[in-house]
Protein backbone atom coordinates (compact mmCIF):
# COMPACT_ATOMS: atom_id res chain seq x y z
CA UNK A 1 0.00 0.00 0.00
CA UNK A 2 1.12 3.71 -1.04
CA UNK A 3 1.29 6.64 1.48
CA UNK A 4 -1.60 7.80 -0.59
CA UNK A 5 -4.84 8.59 1.24
CA UNK A 6 -3.26 7.00 4.49
CA UNK A 7 -4.95 8.16 7.97
CA UNK A 8 -2.08 8.03 10.39
CA UNK A 9 -3.34 8.32 14.30
CA UNK A 10 -0.33 9.58 17.20
CA UNK A 11 -0.79 9.02 20.74
CA UNK A 12 0.87 11.37 22.87
CA UNK A 13 0.41 13.50 19.59
CA UNK A 14 1.41 16.87 22.31
CA UNK A 15 4.55 15.83 23.26
CA UNK A 16 8.17 16.43 22.35
CA UNK A 17 8.45 13.85 19.59
CA UNK A 18 4.25 13.95 19.04
CA UNK A 19 4.14 17.61 18.71
CA UNK A 20 7.01 18.03 15.75
CA UNK A 21 5.87 14.51 13.89
CA UNK A 22 2.88 16.11 13.41
CA UNK A 23 4.18 19.12 11.87
CA UNK A 24 6.19 17.03 9.68
CA UNK A 25 3.23 14.58 8.94
CA UNK A 26 1.12 17.85 8.10
CA UNK A 27 3.87 18.64 5.49
CA UNK A 28 3.66 14.93 3.80
CA UNK A 29 2.57 14.51 0.62
CA UNK A 30 -0.33 12.27 -0.28
CA UNK A 31 -1.48 11.45 3.47
CA UNK A 32 -5.12 11.26 4.25
CA UNK A 33 -6.48 12.94 7.47
CA UNK A 34 -4.14 12.94 10.60
CA UNK A 35 -5.46 12.21 14.19
CA UNK A 36 -4.26 12.79 17.54
CA UNK A 37 -4.89 11.26 20.95
CA UNK A 38 -3.48 13.19 24.03
CA UNK A 39 -4.81 13.92 27.43
CA UNK A 40 -3.86 17.58 26.65
CA UNK A 41 -4.77 19.69 23.39
CA UNK A 42 -2.57 20.44 20.71
CA UNK A 43 0.51 22.24 20.90
CA UNK A 44 -0.30 24.28 17.52
CA UNK A 45 -3.07 24.34 15.04
CA UNK A 46 -2.78 21.40 12.10
CA UNK A 47 -4.48 20.88 9.08
CA UNK A 48 -6.98 18.52 8.31
CA UNK A 49 -6.46 16.54 11.71
CA UNK A 50 -9.12 14.97 14.23
CA UNK A 51 -7.65 15.67 17.84
CA UNK A 52 -9.45 13.50 20.81
CA UNK A 53 -8.92 14.67 24.57
CA UNK A 54 -8.49 10.78 25.20
CA UNK A 55 -6.82 8.76 28.23
CA UNK A 56 -5.43 5.40 25.71
CA UNK A 57 -5.66 3.54 28.49
CA UNK A 58 -9.34 3.30 27.67
CA UNK A 59 -10.50 1.97 24.11
CA UNK A 60 -10.42 4.23 21.11
CA UNK A 61 -11.50 1.60 18.95
CA UNK A 62 -14.30 3.58 17.84
CA UNK A 63 -12.47 6.54 16.81
CA UNK A 64 -9.84 4.53 14.89
CA UNK A 65 -12.51 2.64 13.01
CA UNK A 66 -14.97 5.65 12.20
CA UNK A 67 -11.87 7.67 11.07
CA UNK A 68 -10.47 4.21 8.96
CA UNK A 69 -6.91 4.28 10.81
CA UNK A 70 -4.50 2.23 8.91
CA UNK A 71 -1.30 3.24 10.40
CA UNK A 72 -0.94 4.38 14.04
CA UNK A 73 2.37 5.77 15.87
CA UNK A 74 2.34 5.01 19.58
CA UNK A 75 4.27 8.05 21.15
CA UNK A 76 2.31 7.98 24.58
CA UNK A 77 4.15 7.12 27.36
CA UNK A 78 4.30 8.12 31.18
CA UNK A 79 7.64 8.66 32.72
CA UNK A 80 8.59 11.04 35.57
CA UNK A 81 12.46 11.65 37.22
CA UNK A 82 12.66 11.19 40.67
CA UNK A 83 9.94 9.09 41.16
CA UNK A 84 10.04 6.47 45.05
CA UNK A 85 9.81 2.79 43.72
CA UNK A 86 5.90 2.70 44.23
CA UNK A 87 4.94 5.80 42.41
CA UNK A 88 7.72 3.89 39.68
CA UNK A 89 5.71 0.96 39.49
CA UNK A 90 2.80 2.74 39.59
CA UNK A 91 3.41 4.14 36.26
CA UNK A 92 5.07 1.21 34.90
CA UNK A 93 1.54 0.02 34.95
CA UNK A 94 0.22 2.49 33.31
CA UNK A 95 2.35 2.28 30.59
CA UNK A 96 1.52 -1.37 30.21
CA UNK A 97 -2.17 -0.81 30.18
CA UNK A 98 -1.77 1.83 27.92
CA UNK A 99 -0.04 -0.20 25.11
CA UNK A 100 -2.34 -2.96 25.70
CA UNK A 101 -5.37 -1.24 25.05
CA UNK A 102 -3.81 0.94 22.07
CA UNK A 103 -2.39 -2.87 20.33
CA UNK A 104 -6.26 -4.54 20.95
CA UNK A 105 -7.94 -1.36 19.22
CA UNK A 106 -5.63 -1.70 16.25
CA UNK A 107 -6.54 -5.20 16.46
CA UNK A 108 -10.00 -4.29 16.50
CA UNK A 109 -9.98 -1.50 14.11
CA UNK A 110 -7.91 -3.76 11.57
CA UNK A 111 -4.93 -1.36 11.53
CA UNK A 112 -2.47 -2.57 9.15
CA UNK A 113 0.92 -1.01 10.78
CA UNK A 114 1.94 0.09 13.99
CA UNK A 115 5.27 2.15 15.28
CA UNK A 116 6.59 2.37 18.58
CA UNK A 117 9.16 4.69 19.91
CA UNK A 118 11.69 3.09 22.35
CA UNK A 119 14.75 3.89 23.60
CA UNK A 120 18.37 2.86 23.65
CA UNK A 121 18.07 2.53 27.17
CA UNK A 122 17.13 -1.51 26.54
CA UNK A 123 20.74 -2.31 25.62
CA UNK A 124 21.67 -0.95 29.05
CA UNK A 125 24.96 0.89 29.71
CA UNK A 126 27.52 -1.70 30.82
CA UNK A 127 31.34 -1.99 30.72
CA UNK A 128 31.59 -4.96 28.13
CA UNK A 129 28.79 -3.57 26.12
CA UNK A 130 30.17 -4.19 21.75
CA UNK A 131 30.64 -0.93 19.58
CA UNK A 132 28.48 -0.67 18.31
CA UNK A 133 25.77 -1.95 19.50
CA UNK A 134 22.78 -3.75 16.82
CA UNK A 135 19.51 -4.39 16.74
CA UNK A 136 20.62 -8.06 17.44
CA UNK A 137 22.75 -7.25 20.31
CA UNK A 138 21.75 -8.55 23.92
CA UNK A 139 18.97 -6.40 25.93
CA UNK A 140 20.51 -5.77 29.24
CA UNK A 141 18.61 -2.78 30.64
CA UNK A 142 19.25 -1.85 34.19
CA UNK A 143 16.84 -3.44 36.84
CA UNK A 144 17.03 -0.37 38.91
CA UNK A 145 15.86 1.73 36.09
CA UNK A 146 12.01 1.48 34.80
CA UNK A 147 12.63 3.89 31.81
CA UNK A 148 14.50 0.86 29.87
CA UNK A 149 12.48 -1.70 31.87
CA UNK A 150 8.88 -0.34 30.85
CA UNK A 151 10.49 0.26 27.00
CA UNK A 152 12.03 -3.63 27.20
CA UNK A 153 8.39 -4.74 28.26
CA UNK A 154 6.94 -2.68 25.17
CA UNK A 155 9.18 -4.40 22.67
CA UNK A 156 8.14 -7.45 23.93
CA UNK A 157 4.66 -7.35 24.01
CA UNK A 158 4.94 -5.60 20.57
CA UNK A 159 6.91 -8.49 18.81
CA UNK A 160 4.54 -10.92 20.70
CA UNK A 161 1.73 -8.53 19.05
CA UNK A 162 3.20 -9.23 15.62
CA UNK A 163 3.64 -12.77 15.81
CA UNK A 164 -0.47 -13.59 16.74
CA UNK A 165 -1.49 -10.55 14.12
CA UNK A 166 0.62 -11.64 10.82
CA UNK A 167 -1.14 -9.24 8.95
CA UNK A 168 -0.09 -6.25 11.06
CA UNK A 169 3.04 -4.82 10.26
CA UNK A 170 5.39 -3.63 13.73
CA UNK A 171 7.89 -0.85 13.43
CA UNK A 172 10.31 -0.40 16.66
CA UNK A 173 12.92 2.29 17.03
CA UNK A 174 15.48 2.46 19.56
CA UNK A 175 16.26 5.62 19.32
CA UNK A 176 18.92 7.96 21.74
CA UNK A 177 17.45 11.19 23.39
CA UNK A 178 15.80 13.68 20.23
CA UNK A 179 17.81 17.21 21.55
CA UNK A 180 15.68 20.49 19.89
CA UNK A 181 13.55 23.54 20.95
CA UNK A 182 11.05 21.57 22.71
CA UNK A 183 13.43 18.94 24.97
CA UNK A 184 12.44 18.59 28.80
CA UNK A 185 15.63 19.98 30.39
CA UNK A 186 14.53 18.55 33.65
CA UNK A 187 14.51 14.97 32.20
CA UNK A 188 17.38 14.90 30.40
CA UNK A 189 19.13 16.19 33.15
CA UNK A 190 17.98 13.47 35.31
CA UNK A 191 18.61 11.19 32.81
CA UNK A 192 22.16 12.02 32.64
CA UNK A 193 22.94 14.10 35.84
CA UNK A 194 20.62 13.00 38.81
CA UNK A 195 21.74 13.67 42.37
CA UNK A 196 25.00 15.64 43.02
CA UNK A 197 27.55 13.37 42.71
CA UNK A 198 29.60 12.86 39.48
CA UNK A 199 32.57 10.96 38.02
CA UNK A 200 36.20 12.77 37.38
CA UNK A 201 37.39 9.63 35.95
CA UNK A 202 34.97 9.02 33.20
CA UNK A 203 33.58 10.88 30.08
CA UNK A 204 31.83 8.26 28.12
CA UNK A 205 30.58 9.41 24.54
CA UNK A 206 26.92 9.79 23.97
CA UNK A 207 24.19 9.67 21.09
CA UNK A 208 21.55 12.17 20.66
CA UNK A 209 19.36 12.70 17.42
CA UNK A 210 17.89 16.42 16.42
CA UNK A 211 14.06 16.01 16.51
CA UNK A 212 13.60 16.73 13.21
CA UNK A 213 15.77 13.78 12.24
CA UNK A 214 13.88 11.55 14.61
CA UNK A 215 10.40 13.02 12.79
CA UNK A 216 11.53 12.51 9.07
CA UNK A 217 12.68 8.42 10.47
CA UNK A 218 9.23 7.75 11.61
CA UNK A 219 7.48 9.88 8.61
CA UNK A 220 9.64 7.52 6.57
CA UNK A 221 8.47 4.46 8.31
CA UNK A 222 4.92 5.58 7.88
CA UNK A 223 5.06 6.27 4.14
CA UNK A 224 7.64 3.48 3.28
CA UNK A 225 5.37 0.93 5.72
CA UNK A 226 8.67 0.01 6.95
CA UNK A 227 8.56 -3.30 9.12
CA UNK A 228 11.30 -4.06 11.76
CA UNK A 229 13.62 -3.26 14.77
CA UNK A 230 15.73 -0.16 14.34
CA UNK A 231 18.70 2.03 16.10
CA UNK A 232 17.92 5.96 15.46
CA UNK A 233 20.68 7.89 16.49
CA UNK A 234 22.64 11.22 14.75
CA UNK A 235 26.08 11.17 13.07
CA UNK A 236 29.31 11.24 15.41
CA UNK A 237 29.15 11.45 19.17
CA UNK A 238 29.04 13.76 22.06
CA UNK A 239 31.13 13.50 25.51
CA UNK A 240 29.14 13.23 28.79
CA UNK A 241 31.03 16.45 29.83
CA UNK A 242 30.36 18.89 27.27
CA UNK A 243 26.80 17.82 27.93
CA UNK A 244 27.04 18.63 31.58
CA UNK A 245 28.86 22.39 31.17
CA UNK A 246 25.66 22.86 27.86
CA UNK A 247 23.37 22.40 30.67
CA UNK A 248 25.27 23.45 33.26
CA UNK A 249 25.20 21.15 36.22
CA UNK A 250 26.45 21.64 39.15
CA UNK A 251 27.74 18.55 40.55
CA UNK A 252 30.56 17.22 43.30
CA UNK A 253 32.60 15.44 41.57
CA UNK A 254 34.45 12.65 42.63
CA UNK A 255 36.72 9.47 41.66
CA UNK A 256 34.08 6.37 40.73
CA UNK A 257 35.66 4.37 43.90
CA UNK A 258 34.10 7.05 45.85
CA UNK A 259 31.11 8.36 43.97
CA UNK A 260 29.52 5.38 44.13
CA UNK A 261 29.37 4.29 47.61
CA UNK A 262 28.41 7.69 47.74
CA UNK A 263 25.79 6.84 45.42
CA UNK A 264 24.18 4.00 47.30
CA UNK A 265 23.95 6.19 50.22
CA UNK A 266 22.05 9.16 48.60
CA UNK A 267 18.72 8.30 47.79
CA UNK A 268 18.33 11.15 45.18
CA UNK A 269 21.65 9.59 43.06
CA UNK A 270 20.24 5.99 42.97
CA UNK A 271 19.25 6.17 39.49
CA UNK A 272 22.57 7.32 38.21
CA UNK A 273 24.23 4.19 40.08
CA UNK A 274 21.41 1.89 38.54
CA UNK A 275 21.80 2.49 34.73
CA UNK A 276 25.44 4.25 34.52
CA UNK A 277 24.81 6.57 31.46
CA UNK A 278 27.25 8.64 33.27
CA UNK A 279 30.01 5.91 33.20
CA UNK A 280 29.50 3.08 29.96
CA UNK A 281 28.55 4.40 26.90
CA UNK A 282 25.40 2.99 24.48
CA UNK A 283 26.99 3.83 21.13
CA UNK A 284 24.42 2.06 18.24
CA UNK A 285 25.15 1.28 15.08
CA UNK A 286 22.46 3.45 12.13
CA UNK A 287 23.40 0.92 9.34
CA UNK A 288 20.15 -1.22 9.35
CA UNK A 289 17.97 2.15 8.87
CA UNK A 290 20.58 3.33 6.53
CA UNK A 291 20.49 0.47 4.09
CA UNK A 292 16.84 -0.31 4.37
CA UNK A 293 15.32 3.44 3.84
CA UNK A 294 18.67 5.49 2.18
CA UNK A 295 17.99 8.06 5.09
CA UNK A 296 20.63 10.42 6.06
CA UNK A 297 20.92 12.25 9.03
CA UNK A 298 21.20 15.94 8.36
CA UNK A 299 22.80 16.55 12.00
CA UNK A 300 25.13 15.13 13.89
CA UNK A 301 24.93 14.16 17.40
CA UNK A 302 27.25 17.83 18.40
CA UNK A 303 25.03 20.00 15.99
CA UNK A 304 22.12 19.09 18.11
CA UNK A 305 23.63 20.07 21.31
CA UNK A 306 24.25 22.69 19.94
CA UNK A 307 21.05 23.07 18.59
CA UNK A 308 19.46 22.46 22.43
CA UNK A 309 21.83 25.25 23.67
CA UNK A 310 20.75 27.81 21.05
CA UNK A 311 17.43 27.24 21.62
CA UNK A 312 16.45 27.01 24.66
CA UNK A 313 15.24 30.12 26.80
CA UNK A 314 16.68 28.89 30.14
CA UNK A 315 20.30 28.05 28.69
CA UNK A 316 20.09 31.09 26.97
CA UNK A 317 19.38 32.98 29.91
CA UNK A 318 22.33 31.24 31.65
CA UNK A 319 25.03 32.82 28.73
CA UNK A 320 25.64 28.66 28.49
CA UNK A 321 27.60 27.71 25.17
CA UNK A 322 28.98 24.73 23.96
CA UNK A 323 32.05 24.21 21.42
CA UNK A 324 32.83 21.24 20.18
CA UNK A 325 35.87 19.99 21.07
CA UNK A 326 38.31 16.80 20.18
CA UNK A 327 39.54 15.04 23.60
CA UNK A 328 38.32 11.45 24.19
CA UNK A 329 36.69 9.58 27.19
CA UNK A 330 39.22 10.02 29.97
Known sequence: MTSQG?????????????????????????LGKLVA???????????????????????????LTRLRVNTLVHLAFAWKAGLRRR?????????AAMLKSVLESCRQARVGHVIYLSSHSVYGARPDNP??????????????????????????TLLEYAEENPDIQVTIFRSCPALGAMTDMAMLRQFYFP????????NPPLQFVYEDDLARVLCLAIT?????????????VAFHRELSGTLSTRRVLL????????????????????????????????????????????????????????????????????????????
Do not use: C
Request: no cysteine; proline share 8%; glycine share 8%.
Open 6 to 30: RVVAVTGSSGHIGAKLLDHLEDTPG
Open 37 to 63: FDTRPLRAPIHNIAAFRRDVAMPIREE
Open 87 to 95: EAAAMSERN
Open 131 to 156: LPLHEDSPLRPASGFPYAQDNLRAER
Open 195 to 202: GWVGLSDH
Open 224 to 236: QRLPGVFNVAGNG
Open 255 to 330: PAFLAYPMKRLTGGSSVAYSHSLDRWPIIMSTARLQRDTGYRYRHTAAQAVTALASYNEELQDESVRWVPTRHRPA
